[in-house]
């Protein structure tokens, strides 16, 4: 007897819908793409219209002869791959190598019995707009990719590679190495006074000096700070103004792909390619155990959508108002973003009952992680604004005027469950001193009750110099938010893009934060110079925009693939012809190579630098570049040396290794713990914090050992596109 067949792309999606559905449903699973364009040619005849030339993708020859035989015995066959313009292709191509006359095509937007079995009662044809708008995108990233890698190999070095999307992530992060090579930093001073009332209890607070004889006044050299200081000497301290106003911050939106990889990296510091990992595992599918047995957690995960379905937003209030009350309901319909697709809900539980709690027994610690952070927002998003009570006061001290701001949470609202992160920041024009020295405090001071006329009491008039600082490198969270808000890449793609920029060694990381190659900033420049819509934001953007037109039904794919190739193929001809051939010399070292004798360099690669044998590729002799921390090794006394793992994270460990195995996370400092004489650490934290602790008992007092300019030092797919 014929069965109905279902055709997914990954095993653990088949397995979770296997265990839910009746079971006269039969699952298989594609394990991704079965097809694609061949790895040693174009395969794209450029003549006529563009046509792809499809082969099915090595060693899935076993996966396709389970599906052909699948099919032999299916009363209908269901193809549920991934509900966007990938998933579409893939649909399309099994369509096609499986030689299926009544495909029916279903999406799920989430993995649970009843959006499946609603799904099969309604399925549709293969969406071949969106088709074409993937085909689409994954000839012109061919055309660019095996177009430009051959001129890059003749020209620079062999092994590069140049992708339509990821050039232009590159020049993002060297455009901003640049802007932060040409910063030149500017000083200016905050002047500080420490003030109380004079009444019991005691509250002192801080205020700061914002203007002189009524207007703005900025200290920007240590002669004008010591003329404040000695002016405000003896000055009597008075309340000139105090105003109060309420105000309201409204619930975020729940997330979308790009947002959520932004909050991982924040708050949970995961990376985007393990946060898209964990969330794939969280929407496939969780064994609950029990009668729930195996369910998907989340709704899909690539989308760029806030939008949210009637039934998730009742449930959301239900469970608000029997949680916290129906003050707390906010129910607001949050805007989608102009250009957003919108083809899927935001990223969201599939059920709001399923609690952080109700499933830590069943998830490892960062699914736990992740899957508290979604039902949070999205919980949040449907809660009402947080309302505050802000306190503005003017003190007046002889010619000078100085402000303190407070303010007290009236009605928390949202921020009852969930608070957003915060980019470390740091802006290049920071020069208002009075702003620069109030933003750390700015909502968070505890004010007394203030009246007009008070007179003040002074404990302390504080002056500090600061300078202007550059702005900062990007990190994967800031460079996937450059990359939404110019419009580059879609939320399939994101994750993709800053895997590819590490892999093909033009950038690497630094605490965190992306810093360019030598060899990314000499490709990036070649590229501006005779490719320049490859790396322009516009053009780039532009594309992006046409692509979304195609899988409207609103552009002809061919068409674009016409406009697009006729200038480049123009380009890449005088390129060839002009382009001289770029010498990237290795930086020399003073050590001998042990086994060659040759001179031993420094190489740039895929997680940043490292010494190599100048007689490469006869020689192939490595070795890491160690910084000496200036600590000694716990273990066996030797130098803890700073060192980077394989894929490019910091860490500590002693000199002596292998012999030795100490290995820490954490920088280790030269001063033992004064309580034990244990090894001391100091651990990172946001906003250039640095915290000190003993790595034998935390609550020893070490705090004497902290760095004294703690603050300076600490800085702290699926898709097979060649991006």
């Given at each position: 007897?014929k069965?109905?067949?279902?055709i997914?792309?990954?095993?653990?999606?088949?397995?979770?819908?296997?265990?839910f559905?009746p079971p006269?449903?039969?699952?298989k699973?594609?394990?991704?793409?079965?097809?694609?364009?061949?790895?040693?040619?174009l395969g794209?005849?450029v003549?006529?219209?563009?046509?792809?030339?499809?082969?099915?993708?090595?060693g899935?020859g076993?996966?396709?002869k389970?599906?052909?035989?699948?099919v032999?015995g299916?009363?209908?066959?269901?193809?549920?791959t991934d509900p966007?313009r990938?998933?579409?292709?893939?649909?399309?191509h099994?369509?096609?190598?499986?030689?299926?006359d009544?495909p029916?095509?279903?999406e799920?937007?989430?993995?649970?019995?009843d959006?499946?079995?609603?799904?099969?009662k309604?399925?549709?044809?293969i969406?071949?707009d969106?088709?074409n708008?993937?085909?689409a995108?994954?000839?012109?990233?061919r055309?660019?990719?095996?177009k430009?890698s051959?001129?890059?190999?003749?020209k620079v070095?062999?092994?590069?590679s140049?992708?339509?999307?990821?050039?232009?992530?590159?020049?993002l992060?060297?455009?901003?190495?640049?802007?932060?090579?040409?910063?030149?930093?500017?000083?200016?001073w905050s002047?500080?006074?420490?003030?109380?009332?004079?009444r019991e209890?005691?509250?002192?607070f801080?205020?700061?000096l914002v203007?002189?004889?009524?207007?703005?006044?900025?200290i920007?050299?240590?002669?004008?700070?010591?003329?404040?200081l000695?002016?405000?000497?003896?000055?009597a301290?008075?309340v000139?103004g105090?105003?109060?106003?309420?105000?309201?911050?409204n619930?975020?939106?729940?997330?979308t792909?790009?947002?959520?990889?932004?909050e991982?990296?924040?708050k949970?510091r995961?990376?985007?390619r393990r946060t898209?990992?964990i969330?794939?595992g969280?929407?496939?599918?969780v064994?609950?155990?029990?009668s729930e047995?195996?369910?998907?957690?989340?709704?899909?995960?690539?989308?760029?959508s806030?939008?949210?379905s009637d039934?998730?937003?009742?449930?959301?209030r239900?469970?608000i108002?029997?949680?916290?009350?129906?003050a707390?309901h906010?129910?607001?319909?949050?805007?989608?973003?102009e250009g957003?697709?919108?083809?899927h809900?935001?990223?969201r539980?599939t059920?709001?009952?399923?609690?952080?709690?109700?499933v830590a027994h069943?998830?490892?610690?960062?699914?736990?992680?992740?899957y508290?952070?979604?039902?949070e927002?999205?919980v949040?998003?449907q809660m009402?604004?947080?309302?505050f009570?802000?306190t503005a006061v003017?003190?007046?001290a002889?010619?000078?005027?100085?402000?303190?701001?407070?303010s007290?949470?009236?009605?928390?609202g949202f921020?009852?469950?969930?608070?957003?992160?915060?980019?470390?920041e740091?802006a290049?024009?920071?020069?208002?001193?009075?702003a620069a020295?109030?933003a750390k405090?700015?909502?968070?001071v505890?004010?007394?009750?203030?009246?007009?006329g008070?007179?003040?009491?002074v404990?302390?008039?504080?002056?500090?110099q600061?300078?202007?600082?550059p702005?900062p490198?990007?990190?994967?969270?800031?460079?996937?938010k450059?990359?939404?808000?110019?419009?580059?890449g879609?939320?399939?793609?994101?994750?993709?893009i800053?895997?590819?920029?590490?892999?093909?060694?033009?950038?690497?990381?630094?605490?965190r934060?992306?810093k360019?190659?030598?060899i990314?900033?000499?490709?990036?420049d070649?590229?501006?110079?005779?490719?320049?819509d490859?790396?322009?934001?516009?053009f780039?953007?532009e594309?992006e925009?046409?692509?979304?037109?195609?899988?409207?039904g609103?552009?002809?794919w061919?068409?674009?693939?016409?406009?697009?190739?006729?200038p480049?193929?123009?380009?890449?001809?005088?390129a060839?012809?002009?382009l001289?051939?770029?010498e990237i010399?290795d930086?020399?070292?003073?050590?001998?190579?042990?086994?060659?004798?040759?001179?031993?360099?420094?190489?740039?690669?895929?997680?940043?630098?490292?010494i190599?044998?100048?007689g490469?590729p006869?020689?192939k002799?490595?070795k890491?570049?160690v910084?000496d921390?200036?600590?000694?090794c716990?273990?066996?006394?030797?130098?803890?040396?700073e060192r980077?793992?394989k894929k490019?994270?910091?860490?500590?460990g002693?000199?002596n290794?292998?012999?030795?195995d100490?290995?820490s996370?954490?920088?280790?400092?030269?001063e033992?713990?004064p309580?034990?004489?244990s090894?001391?650490?100091?651990?990172?934290?946001?906003?250039?914090v640095v915290?000190v602790?003993?790595?034998?008992?935390?609550e020893?007092?070490?705090s004497?050992l902290?760095?004294k300019?703690a603050?300076?030092?600490?800085?702290?797919?699926?898709?097979l596109?060649e991006?």
């Amino acid at each position: 007897m014929k069965k109905p067949l279902i055709i997914v792309e990954s095993p653990t999606k088949a397995r979770t819908i296997k265990k839910f559905l009746p079971p006269r449903y039969v699952v298989k699973a594609s394990v991704g793409h079965v097809r694609d364009l061949p790895k040693s040619t174009l395969g794209v005849d450029v003549e006529h219209d563009f046509t792809p030339r499809y082969l099915t993708i090595k060693g899935k020859g076993d996966v396709i002869k389970e599906l052909k035989s699948a099919v032999k015995g299916a009363s209908d066959v269901f193809l549920a791959t991934d509900p966007d313009r990938e998933g579409e292709a893939i649909a399309w191509h099994l369509a096609e190598l499986l030689k299926l006359d009544d495909p029916k095509r279903i999406e799920l937007h989430e993995i649970t019995k009843d959006a499946a079995l609603a799904a099969i009662k309604e399925p549709h044809r293969i969406d071949m707009d969106r088709v074409n708008a993937q085909q689409a995108r994954r000839i012109l990233d061919r055309l660019v990719g095996y177009k430009i890698s051959p001129l890059l190999w003749a020209k620079v070095r062999g092994g590069l590679s140049a992708g339509r999307v990821q050039s232009v992530a590159v020049r993002l992060i060297v455009d901003r190495e640049r802007e932060i090579g040409a910063f030149v930093p500017r000083e200016y001073w905050s002047l500080t006074a420490s003030l109380a009332t004079g009444r019991e209890p005691a509250i002192v607070f801080p205020a700061e000096l914002v203007a002189r004889r009524g207007e703005k006044f900025e200290i920007t050299k240590k002669s004008e700070a010591d003329e404040a200081l000695a002016a405000l000497e003896g000055a009597a301290f008075c309340v000139a103004g105090v105003k109060h106003r309420e105000v309201r911050r409204n619930a975020p939106a729940p997330f979308t792909t790009s947002t959520l990889q932004q909050e991982a990296s924040r708050k949970l510091r995961l990376r985007v390619r393990r946060t898209m990992q964990i969330a794939q595992g969280l929407y496939e599918g969780v064994d609950l155990g029990g009668s729930e047995g195996t369910q998907g957690l989340i709704t899909y995960m690539r989308t760029d959508s806030t939008r949210i379905s009637d039934s998730a937003r009742d449930a959301a209030r239900e469970y608000i108002v029997g949680a916290y009350g129906e003050a707390f309901h906010g129910g607001r319909a949050h805007k989608v973003r102009e250009g957003a697709q919108d083809a899927h809900e935001a990223i969201r539980p599939t059920s709001v009952l399923r609690t952080p709690e109700s499933v830590a027994h069943v998830l490892k610690r960062d699914e736990l992680r992740l899957y508290t952070l979604i039902w949070e927002r999205f919980v949040a998003s449907q809660m009402a604004a947080a309302v505050f009570d802000q306190t503005a006061v003017d003190i007046a001290a002889g010619d000078y005027t100085f402000r303190a701001t407070g303010s007290v949470v009236k009605f928390q609202g949202f921020t009852r469950v969930y608070e957003e992160g915060r980019d470390e920041e740091v802006a290049a024009d920071k020069t208002d001193a009075g702003a620069a020295a109030g933003a750390k405090s700015k909502g968070r001071v505890r004010l007394p009750e203030l009246h007009e006329g008070d007179g003040l009491d002074v404990s302390k008039l504080d002056a500090k110099q600061h300078f202007t600082e550059p702005p900062p490198r990007f990190t994967e969270a800031t460079l996937v938010k450059a990359l939404e808000e110019n419009g580059i890449g879609r939320p399939s793609t994101y994750s993709t893009i800053v895997d590819t920029v590490q892999a093909r060694g033009y950038v690497t990381q630094e605490d965190r934060r992306f810093k360019p190659t030598e060899i990314g900033i000499a490709v990036n420049d070649l590229l501006a110079e005779h490719f320049k819509d490859i790396v322009d934001l516009k053009f780039t953007a532009e594309m992006e925009g046409a692509l979304d037109k195609v899988a409207e039904g609103n552009q002809d794919w061919v068409a674009i693939l016409r406009d697009f190739y006729g200038p480049f193929a123009i380009e890449l001809e005088e390129a060839e012809k002009k382009l001289p051939r770029l010498e990237i010399k290795d930086e020399p070292t003073d050590e001998i190579c042990p086994n060659c004798s040759r001179p031993m360099v420094i190489k740039t690669g895929r997680f940043g630098k490292f010494i190599s044998c100048s007689g490469y590729p006869e020689c192939k002799t490595t070795k890491p570049i160690v910084k000496d921390t200036g600590a000694k090794c716990p273990k066996d006394g030797g130098m803890v040396v700073e060192r980077r793992s394989k894929k490019g994270r910091t860490f500590y460990g002693c000199a002596n290794y292998p012999k030795c195995d100490f290995v820490s996370w954490d920088r280790v400092i030269p001063e033992p713990c004064p309580v034990c004489g244990s090894h001391v650490v100091a651990k990172n934290r946001r906003g250039g914090v640095v915290l000190v602790e003993c790595a034998t008992d935390k609550e020893h007092d070490v705090s004497s050992l902290a760095p004294k300019n703690a603050g300076d030092e600490a800085h702290d797919g699926r898709e097979l596109a060649e991006v």
